[in-house]
């Protein structure tokens, strides 16, 4: 059985640039890279700052898509935390696990950390929008 802990953060994340890095007509499969950024808005102790990502995903003729995620979040405080993350996307809601790195002693409880994001694109201002939780 999982366990989904506390909601730590909400995020919006908007798309920069999207590319389309191979087609396969035979099997429907597109391969995409694609970059963002965002805003991450902190519960208790979790910081608020900007987030940038960049990754791969593979687009399935059902819709379905699969991506493979990393990037870089800073504080407010210009604190800098690494992640990769990993999400399943279907008809516009999606499902992310991503795990946290720093060397930060004041921050070193994020180290390791994992979270799964539940969340959806918002077609009104073409972002991304998810909650942040806790994966105990």
């Not at 999982?2 to 995020?11: H, P, R, S, T």
Request: net charge neutral; with cysteine.
């Amino acid at each position: 059985m999982i366990a989904i802990g506390q909601k730590l953060f909400e995020e919006i994340d908007i798309p920069k640039e999207s590319e389309i890095v191979s087609k396969d007509t035979v099997d429907g499969l597109i391969e995409r890279n694609s970059k963002w950024t965002g805003k991450i808005m902190g519960f208790d102790s979790f910081p608020n700052g900007r987030i940038t990502g960049a990754g791969r995903s593979l687009i399935y003729r059902n819709g379905i898509s699969i991506s493979d995620w990393h990037g870089v979040f800073t504080t407010e405080n210009g604190q800098t935390i690494k992640f990769n993350g990993k999400d399943t996307n279907k008809n516009g809601r999606y499902v992310v696990l991503r795990t946290y790195f720093t060397n930060n002693a004041e921050i070193i409880w994020l180290d390791g950390l994992i979270c799964i994001l539940d969340g959806y694109f918002d077609t009104k201002d073409n972002s991304f929008r998810c909650d942040g939780y806790k994966l105990m």
